[in-house]
């Protein structure tokens, strides 16, 4: 079946809202000038046995402190302590590793909502310079990934022509600003994330890998059936199911060289949109979608990458005063944490509607599996 059409400008509710605001946070930058971080190796800490808490939702948190702007990443100019804080409180509450707010920071989504395409490099740095802000003032050992969003929309290679999608070429160079520019200020590790098409992400590892940093390849899938066999297989909005993936990353379509799958370090499931199902849908589909993934490195004979998991808590629903709010507590999405870490996921975090809540839940949860482990 040919997937249907994103609508134009998906960055899904990842991304909502019309501008509400534009007053300025007040404190200064007086960060920027401070020394880089502490000497940590992201590649070291993968070898240890406890998983990494990555944190949880980025947009959303913004949304609850009444913030709404045609693009989230303009809050890194707009509003740089709000920014801060959020990362705060996901550190705070045990998180390991934090995401910049990059997320839709790209040229293409900058122009989508009618802001300077101009600004897509100086609001990326800006983001990089406020989660490694949230780190020092914390004193803690941080890891900074670089989200890299998909682009609006569709690219070319799937939707079969510009017409409808954007030029392989204007999502190359899309990337290639963004993640340059979170390289040169210094994030720990490239965190590609709720990607929908297998090709988009192949052409943003090709990139990536120029950097030389650990790269984490998320897509985000939902449950389809086979009508054959009635095996149920996880598949992006574009139809890429894990071993997709693994094919795309192989074969050297977007690369020239069919070596993108050994750039990769970290492959994995974020957010995900299951409006009717709830064991395909948060905590249950980030424990699903990890088990398809291990299948599928398994078949192909993949060894030696780790796996990442964070989820949306459930589906976002509209309450009888028309806020979005979300349906998995704390609680409930942290009970799942051990059957996750069973499923093979090492790094562990959530998506869209979850909050520094959930992500102490997680810690507590990673804490006393880990100690059982050793202890046992
Ligand atoms: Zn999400």
Not at 4 to 23: A, M
Not at 177 to 187: F, M, N, S
Not at 190 to 211: G, Q, Y
């Amino acid at each position: 079946m040919k997937p249907k059409p994103l609508p134009l400008g998906s960055g899904w509710y990842h991304e909502i809202g019309e501008p509400k605001t534009t007053e300025r946070d007040v404190k200064s930058l007086e960060h920027l000038n401070e020394p880089q971080g502490k000497i940590k190796n992201f590649r070291e800490r993968l070898k240890l046995d406890e998983p990494i808490l990555y944190d949880g939702g980025f947009g959303s948190q913004l949304f609850a402190r009444d913030i709404e702007l045609a693009n989230s990443a303009l809050a890194n100019e707009l509003h740089p302590t709000t920014v801060i804080d959020i990362h705060s409180d996901y550190i705070n509450a045990g998180a390991e590793a934090v995401g910049t707010n990059t997320f839709v920071a790209s040229p293409l989504h900058l122009e989508m909502a009618g802001q300077d395409i101009a600004d897509a490099q100086q609001l990326t740095r800006l983001a990089v310079q406020h989660a490694k802000a949230a780190a020092e003032q914390s004193e803690k050992e941080v890891y900074i990934a670089g989200s890299v969003g998909p682009s609006p929309g569709a690219i070319e290679a799937d939707s079969g022509d510009t017409t409808f999608g954007i030029a392989n070429k204007d999502a190359r160079e899309a990337h290639k600003l963004v993640i340059h520019t979170l390289a040169e200020e210094g994030v720990d590790f490239l965190c590609l994330e709720t990607m929908f098409s297998a090709k988009e992400a192949a052409i943003a590892v090709d990139i990536a890998r120029e950097t030389g940093l650990p790269i984490a390849v998320n897509l985000t899938y939902k449950w389809t059936k086979e009508r054959r066999t009635g095996k149920v297989i996880y598949r992006t909005d574009w139809g890429n199911s894990p071993a997709d993936l693994l094919e795309i990353l192989t074969n050297s379509e977007f690369s020239g060289d069919g070596a993108l799958l050994d750039a990769v370090s970290i492959l994995g499931v974020n957010c995900g949109a299951e409006s009717r199902r709830d064991e395909h849908t948060g905590m249950p589909y980030a424990i699903v979608g990890t088990q398809q993934l291990q299948t599928a490195l398994t078949e192909k004979g993949v060894n030696g990458k780790w796996m990442m998991a964070y989820p949306n808590a459930g589906m976002p629903k509209l309450d009888k005063n028309h806020n979005t709010v979300y349906t998995q507590t704390p609680n409930e999405m942290a009970s799942h944490i051990p059957a996750l870490i069973e499923a093979g996921a090492y790094l562990i975090g959530g998506c869209c509607g979850t909050t520094p809540k959930h992500i102490k839940a997680f810690r507590e949860a990673i804490a006393s599996y880990h100690s059982a482990q050793n202890n046992g």
